[in-house]
């Protein structure tokens, strides 16, 4: 699996956005770019994930360079409850029976919500 | 509603001792995977199986078994071979495929004394 590289943590005023960004270089072209949050003791939480394009759901929009080698989680209006450490991780695809297909975890980025 | 399961939430165990931790599933994922998680430091895979009766090492698999003998559930057992048993272990399932992410359980929090 590629490697991603985020900074270690990073503050956001309450109900401003918050710019997320992952660098993952090396990323191949079946690889899928996920993002997690993990909010404290909890197991993490799915946000987005995307291929190539843009996306956007209720939680978040991810924005994919086109030259796929970094991305932006961008939380719209961030909460107090939107503190928690992010992960950026890239994903083989298909169904394969090897390596490609788990989540390898690596530090994230610690956000930090302030009044 | 369907979810995973992790159970106990909190486990207390004398050193020397193996111990069960259970993860149970009704999403109907295939694969299931084992998390350790140490503080302030991100999710290490232990091991994970794609199908029943399957299972493979992850990065960290020393001191750990598993069993898959059915879909809804994948146990990991923490024998005395681990050196360093204490941590926070999280449970996830997916259904494989690369364009579903992954649901993971709410962990269980490991203490040997």
């Known amino acids: 699996d590629a490697k991603t590289t985020q900074p270690p943590s990073m503050d956001c005023a309450e109900g401003r956005a918050a710019n997320l960004p992952c660098n993952h270089s090396t990323i191949s072209g079946n690889e899928y770019v996920y993002w997690y949050r993990q909010i404290h003791s909890q197991g993490p939480q799915y946000i987005i994930h995307?291929?190539?394009n843009n996306e956007t759901n209720e939680m978040a929009s991810l924005i994919i360079t086109e030259d796929r080698k970094s991305s932006t989680l961008i939380l719209p209006h961030a909460t107090l409850r939107d503190t928690a450490v992010y992960y950026c991780?890239?994903?083989?695809?298909?169904?394969?029976?090897?390596?490609?297909?788990?989540?390898?975890f690596g530090g994230g980025t610690r956000v930090l919500v302030k009044p | 509603d369907g979810g995973i399961t992790q159970s106990p939430k909190y486990l207390f165990r004398k050193e020397g001792q193996n111990v069960t931790l259970s993860c149970e599933q009704n999403l109907n994922h295939d694969a299931m995977y084992w998390y350790r998680q140490d503080p302030g430091q991100g999710l290490r895979l232990i091991y994970y199986?794609?199908?029943?009766?399957?299972?493979q090492k992850g990065d960290i698999a020393e001191g750990y078994s598993v069993s898959r003998e059915k879909k809804e559930s994948f146990p990991l057992t923490v024998t005395s071979a681990q050196k360093n048993p204490t941590a926070f272990y999280l449970c996830?399932?997916?259904?494989?495929?690369?364009?579903?992410?992954?649901?993971f359980g709410s962990g269980t929090r490991l203490t040997v004394v």
């Open positions: 996830a399932s997916s259904t494989g495929t690369a364009d579903y992410g992954y649901t």
């Open positions: 995307g291929l190539k």
């Open positions: 199986s794609q199908i029943v009766n399957d299972f």
């Open positions: 991780i890239v994903r083989g695809g298909g169904f394969i029976k090897a390596a490609g297909n788990k989540l390898t």
